[in-house]
């Protein structure tokens, strides 16, 4: 997955758009209901769940998506398998759209 | 009243429900809160009735960008690599460093509150003085928040932010 932090929105690795993140209510990890035996959380608030797209593939998360267009994610700056989209990481020599990787590169 | 009493939290004439709606990567319906970073302009800005929220500029070690340099030896022209993972082409002359990769004129500046400023008001820091770390990515890249809302508590302002990870 590639994710833009200024925009917020988070794409396949081919590119296609799988949701804009948004929170109204700024929920943060900490604060969701754990579930038993599951990676994902729950939404006090809006009693719906978070999904934890750290263990999920590209196209888990975008049949998840279209199947449930309201189902809301979960996604870290440190994540292995999300490359962070910036513009500033082209000043540096490296292809734009290659992103930068999330996770431990080293 | 002393003339800025209100900006110490004596009034409460607009508060916002926090937390709000409001987008995150831009002012939305925030009032804006400029920046002024010389002498100068803090003082103009003091005459034309704003209160200077004076505070030191110093850089954080968190903050950084990483850069190795490679030289072509036969034309002496150089590339910068951002991502060990990919190098640069010619001799690696500057081995990856980690380096920060801001300057500004002064070592202060200065936040220029409006008088009605009142706490608990949410507004948008369209240049931030302290260095908070945007994105914590990998191969070095932890560039510094530019601007960002925060919100009014009487005495500063707290910086509303996630830069570890989002939700929604």
């Known amino acids: ?106 | 009243m002393a003339m800025f009493d209100r900006l110490r939290g004596a009034s409460r004439s607009r508060i916002l429900s926090a937390p709000s709606d409001e987008p995150r990567d831009a002012p939305g319906n925030r009032r804006v809160v400029k920046t002024a970073r010389t002498k100068e302009a803090i003082n103009e800005a003091a005459r034309k009735g704003f209160r200077p929220l004076v505070k030191a500029v110093e850089p954080s070690k968190d903050i950084h960008h990483m850069v190795a340099v490679f030289q072509d030896p036969e034309t002496g022209e150089i590339e910068l690599s951002g991502d060990c993972r990919f190098g640069g082409r010619g001799e690696k002359v500057i081995d990856y460093t980690l380096y920060y990769p801001y300057h500004f004129p002064n070592p202060f500046a200065a936040y220029l509150l409006p008088r009605d400023l009142a706490v608990g008001e949410e507004v948008w820091l369209e240049d931030l003085i302290e260095d908070v770390v945007a994105v914590w990515g990998n191969q070095g890249f932890h560039p510094r928040l530019e601007a960002g809302p925060a919100v009014w508590n009487g005495t500063d302002f707290e910086v509303i932010h996630e830069a570890d990870h989002w939700i929604g």
């Not at chain 1, 758009?17 to 929170?23: A, G, M, P, S, T």
């Not at chain 1, 979960?74 to 398998?81: D, E, H, I, K, M």
């Open chain 1, 1 to 106: 997955m590639r994710f833009d932090p200024n925009t917020k929105k988070l794409f396949t690795d081919s590119g296609e758009l799988v949701k804009v993140l948004h929170c109204p209510l700024r929920m943060r990890w900490e604060q969701l209901g754990t579930r038993a035996s599951s990676p994902h959380r729950t939404c006090g608030e809006c009693d719906h769940p978070v999904l934890d797209t750290a263990e999920m593939s590209d196209a888990e998360v975008l049949a998840t998506v279209r199947a449930e267009p309201s189902v809301c994610l979960c996604v870290r700056a440190r994540q292995a398998n999300v490359n962070l989209l910036t513009v500033k990481h082209a000043e540096a020599g490296a292809a734009p759209d290659r992103g930068r990787k999330a996770g431990p590169g080293r």
